[in-house]
């Protein structure tokens, strides 16, 4: 089983809907990103949480919402989902105790908002 | 703003050939650089990473090499096989924020 998954893998949506993708890890690591891939220009920063209370806005936060549920889960949220959100949406995380600064990530969620 | 900025784009390399991929950053605060491998429908891994102390690290045939005073950083494959073809992201973070910021991305074909 993948120590970081995300739900759904593939989403097509139309524009102006509500969606949510969601992440969950077992590795018992504190902090979670999520990052955006678009071709071209690599995996930009969304959001990001260093503990359950704690939530900070990455380079390209406008537009989107974020919860963390529990220490294992990070949602991600399109309040209204627009043509230029489409794209490859990651979940990872780290371990601060580690301090080896790695990122694991899940395998993915591809959006497509027509 | 691009912080990391990564050359090529793409690249195409002969098996046995030297696969070279090249990074720029400009925050002189940055002091971890990884690179990561991410195969086709699977989520970027960490490959190699080096901090600023060391001119050049080695892990059987990856290599990153160092220039701090050019704030520049490389990944070489030496030996490059089919199984290397893969996206390449270069990164750069400063230490204990372990907030990554990412370079552009190369995709790597390796022809047998």
């Known amino acids: 089983d993948a120590d970081v998954t995300q739900t759904p893998r593939n989403r097509i949506t139309k524009t102006g809907k509500r969606i949510m993708l969601e992440c969950s890890q077992t590795?018992?690591?504190?902090?979670m990103y999520w990052y955006r891939q678009d071709p071209g220009l690599g995996l930009r920063l969304i959001y990001y949480?260093?503990?359950?209370?704690?939530?900070n806005k990455g380079e390209i936060s406008d537009g989107y919402s974020v919860s963390r549920q529990a220490q294992a889960k990070f949602s991600l949220s399109l309040e209204s989902a627009i043509p230029n959100q489409t794209a490859l949406y990651f979940c990872?995380?780290?371990?601060?105790?580690?301090?080896?600064?790695?990122?694991?990530f899940g395998e993915g969620s591809r959006l497509t908002v027509l | 703003q691009q912080q990391v900025k990564q050359s090529p784009q793409s690249l195409i390399v002969q098996k046995g050939g030297i696969s070279i991929i090249n990074c720029a950053y400009e925050?002189?605060?940055?002091?971890?650089f990884p690179w990561y491998q991410q195969f086709p429908g699977k989520g970027p891994a960490l490959l190699i990473a080096i901090r600023p102390d060391v001119s050049e690290k080695k892990e059987g045939r990856f290599t990153i090499s160092f220039n701090k005073s050019a704030k520049q950083f490389s990944l070489h494959i030496m030996d490059s096989q089919p199984g290397d073809s893969a996206t390449y992201f270069c990164a750069a973070s400063r230490r204990g924020a372990q907030k990554l910021v990412f370079g552009q991305g190369t995709r790597l074909t390796i022809n047998p």
């Open positions: 949480s260093f503990d359950v209370k704690d939530i």
């Open positions: 925050n002189t605060a940055f002091d971890y």
């Open positions: 990872a995380t780290s371990d601060f105790a580690a301090n080896t600064g790695e990122l694991f």
């Open positions: 590795k018992g690591h504190d902090r």
